[in-house]
T-cell receptor
Framework: NAGVIQTPRHKVTGKGQEATLWCEPISGHSAVFWYRQTIVQGLEFLTYFRNQAPIDDSGMPKERFSAQMPNQSHSTLKIQSTQPQDSAVYLC???????????????FGPGTRLTVL | GDSVIQMQGQVTLSENDFLFINCTYSTTGYPTLFWYVQYSGEGPQLLLQVTTANNKGSSRGFEATYDKGTTSFHLQKTSVQEIDSAVYYCAMRDQGNAYKVIFGKGTHLHVLP
């Protein structure tokens, strides 16, 4: 099992450009989460999907950020018109999503470091 | 709202020192609590989990104790090593949604050789 895969590992964009980040969850996991990590704020929840359906996007900035999960094997986080304050590590996690020991444990990918110049 | 508070942003120790990281939580009831560890260049990984059923958890020499009276959850290790240098996150399961985890801001542990 390769774990959660995130690509690219590093992305540099110019201000105003679009950035698309990819996540491949662990096979068989029904829930996929996106977080943003900065030194100041730590780990911030953005959004999550269950069985590909968007469930909770309460952490997503209202403008410029969107997330999709077109199939069970990948999810994308898109940031339009990137700004320097969007610079962060974006982490994806997945969980099995079933009751029982460890059923809701989140497994994280290595993250994508986004730098907006 | 529900929250997890880690006051110690950074801790610097020498090898073989005692580690104690404090964490408090705010919610109704008695949530499941976690400590995650994140090594440089990797995502966070679960270090240990504690519920009110056992009140303590241990893993890789780390121990966590759940104190319902003070709504606190501490992580400790008797003798840290340089390889323990990492970011440690206290977290709790969202009482309204078993899928979600609420994280503290993390404590950067730097262990000097």
């Amino acid at each position: 099992n390769a774990g959660v895969i995130q690509t690219p590992r590093h992305k540099v964009t110019g201000k105003g450009q679009e950035a698309t980040l990819w996540c491949e969850p662990i096979s068989g996991h029904s829930a996929v989460f996106w977080y943003r990590q900065t030194i100041v704020q730590g780990l911030e929840f953005l959004t999550y999907f269950r069985n590909q359906a968007p469930i909770d996007d309460s952490g997503m900035p209202k403008e410029r950020f969107s997330a999709q999960m077109p199939n069970q094997s990948h999810s994308t986080l898109k940031i339009q018109s990137t700004q320097p304050q969007d610079s962060a590590v974006y982490l994806c996690a997945s969980s099995l999503g079933v009751p029982g020991t460890g059923g809701y444990e989140q497994y994280f990918g290595p993250g994508t470091r986004l730098t907006v110049l | 709202g529900d929250s997890v508070i880690q006051m110690q942003g950074q801790v610097t120790l020498s090898e073989n020192d005692f580690l104690f990281i404090n964490c408090t939580y705010s919610t109704t009831g008695y949530p499941t609590l976690f400590w995650y560890v994140q090594y440089s260049g990797e995502g966070p990984q679960l270090l240990l989990q504690v519920t009110t059923a056992n009140n303590k958890g241990s893993s890789r020499g780390f121990e966590a104790t759940y104190d319902k009276g003070t709504t606190s959850f501490h992580l400790q290790k008797t003798s840290v090593q340089e390889i323990d240098s990492a970011v440690y996150y206290c977290a709790m399961r969202d009482q309204g949604n078993a899928y979600k985890v609420i994280f503290g801001k993390g404590t950067h542990l730097h262990v000097l050789p």
